[in-house]
């Protein structure tokens, strides 16, 4: 019993997501909007014991964890800080999908895979196991590509979804071929068991082939170049809410599993991978910042701009001190609230454009979508400008205080040059959110003022007050995140 209160969290969020199935078959599609409220309150219920629990977990200092069910499972600071990141990005997808959702015949549908989802995010930050943690990844991985298709009418929907589940398909069987070899050379699944056998692993070429393979399957699942084709048509192509999801929670997942698995199980194979991860960094933020530049369409270059984000996160593996690695978790938030907001601010304007019937409704999210923004909906433009300058690392916002952590770190490290590449990457990825700054302010709006549905007010306002919190009031988030990096070190 005591090793399920670890778990209430997973536990309340798997409950909500089942009550609301099986409430869903007795309602008619008009009652169904109720169902999105009583997944926000379970999702609200699920972070309040993540923060309770977080509180007891590190009260005491650094070291405090749990390990339950035969140590497959690791509650620790690391597990409980990325909970508190899928929590929040779920609250914020479950209140914008309420108006997305509205009198739909599948509305439980999209609640119960948006929450079985989350829950595999979840237990993917707890996993002490590679077994574990694979069948959390594709629990919640099978989730998304289902959301990921839910228009059944829209070509580009059912395009991006296609794309996602065939390319999750090779990551997973990449992943997978991994860590059997991991499991030849050393005998055994278990995470801490690896890293006090993974001298192992460095006597036997097995365990450069492992590497190779580990870094490709989730090179897949953080949308690193080369392993990132999936994402501009994935994210494009889902409703709004669901791309929020992907960018904001499940590119998370893939990180910490990634902290666990190379940083804590393979430490032996440090240089290797290391070097690997230096080289994926430096590509994934250039690459996606110079496309993102020529991008018509917005939710396609958040999708780029997305990419270049994994780049500043994935940094910390080359950099690989305490500090570096709090500042890529620290940024792991900001993300969340800084790329969930963007995405909700878009499904805001696809709203706009095709309840009005006016526009390009093939591209609904094109940059003209957005011309006059501020006059037509304040509160939607505001928001945006406020997500897309924090995703530029422009004060006071969560993302100049992570990019600074960050960045600072790599320059005490003595990688300069690589905090070089990052801050020019910055400076160039002002100029596509500028510009979308310049279409919402400076051009005239084509139609009149819209109020904006409560949904998705109260999904942007949450987005925002994370951004700006995190930014003036950085101290208690830095804290929590320094004493997850030292579960790692």
């Known amino acids: 019993m005591n090793e399920l209160m670890y778990l209430a969290p997973e536990i309340v969020v798997v409950a909500t997501g089942l009550i609301i199935l099986l409430a869903g078959v007795f309602l ?28 007891l977990l590190t009260m005491e200092g650094f070291s405090v964890e749990a390990r339950i069910f035969s140590e497959t499972l690791s509650i620790d600071a690391l597990s409980q800080f990325f909970k508190l990141i899928f929590l929040a990005v779920a609250l914020i997808v479950s209140l ?28 993917v930050s707890s996993a002490n196991d590679l077994i574990v943690l694979f069948c959390a990844f594709e629990l919640a991985s099978l989730a998304t590509y289902a959301l990921a298709g839910y228009e059944k009418k829209n070509a580009r929907s059912l395009e991006g979804a296609m794309k996602y589940f065939v390319i999750g398909s090779v990551s997973a069987a990449l992943m997978l071929f991994g860590i059997s070899f991991v499991y030849g050379a050393t005998g055994t699944t278990s995470i801490t068991e690896i890293a006090a056998n993974s001298a192992l692993l460095t006597q036997n070429p097995i365990g450069l082939v492992a590497i190779v393979l580990l870094i490709a399957g989730f090179g897949f699942k953080m949308a690193l170049v080369p392993f990132h084709m999936w994402a501009p048509d994935t994210y494009q192509g889902s409703p ?4 929020a999801l992907l960018a904001a929670g499940s590119k998370k997942m893939g990180f910490v599993a990634a902290f666990r698995i190379f940083i804590i199980a393979l430490v032996a194979l440090q240089p290797d991978w290391q070097l690997a991860f230096t080289i994926l960094a430096v590509a994934t933020m250039t690459f996606g910042n110079i496309v993102a530049v020529s991008q018509t369409s917005v939710k396609r270059m958040l999708a780029y701009s997305s990419l270049a984000q994994a780049g500043y996160i994935a940094m910390a593996f080359a950099v690989m001190t305490p500090v570096a690695l709090a500042g890529g978790i620290l940024y792991a938030l900001a993300h969340a609230f800084m790329k969930a907001g963007a995405f909700i601010a878009a499904a805001v ?32 433009a505001l928001c945006m400008m406020i997500f897309v300058f924090a995703l530029a690392g422009i004060p006071p916002t969560a993302g100049f205080m992570a990019k600074f952590v960050l960045f600072s770190s790599t320059i005490e490290a003595g990688m300069t040059w690589l905090a070089v590449v990052a801050i020019l990457n910055s400076a160039l990825s002002l100029f596509y959110y500028a510009r979308l700054v310049k279409y919402m302010y400076f051009m005239p709006p084509e139609g009149k003022k819209v109020s904006m549905p409560f949904p998705y007010t109260a999904a942007l306002l949450v987005a925002a007050a994370g951004v700006l919190v995190m930014g003036i009031w950085p101290e208690p988030f830095v804290e929590l995140a320094m004493k997850a990096a030292m579960v790692l070190v």
């Not at 599609?29 to 309150?41: D, E, I, M």
């Not at 739909?104 to 995010?121: I, K, N, R, W």
């Not at 709004?240 to 791309?243: A, F, H, I, P």
């Open 96 to 123: 914008a999908s309420i108006k997305y959702t509205e009198n739909s015949d599948h509305t439980e549908e999209f609640y119960t895979l948006m929450l079985f989802a989350t829950f595999g995010m979840m237990v």
């Open 240 to 243: 709004s809410v669901v791309s």
């Open 28 to 55: 008619s599609p008009q009652s169904k909007n109720v169902l999105g409220y009583l997944a926000t309150l379970g999702i609200i219920a699920a972070l309040v014991l993540t923060v309770k629990s977080f509180g």
């Open 349 to 380: 304007v696809v709203w706009m454009v095709t309840s009005e019937k006016t526009g390009n409704l093939d591209i609904p999210d094109h940059l003209d979508s957005f011309r006059g923004l501020g006059k037509r909906m304040p509160l939607a």
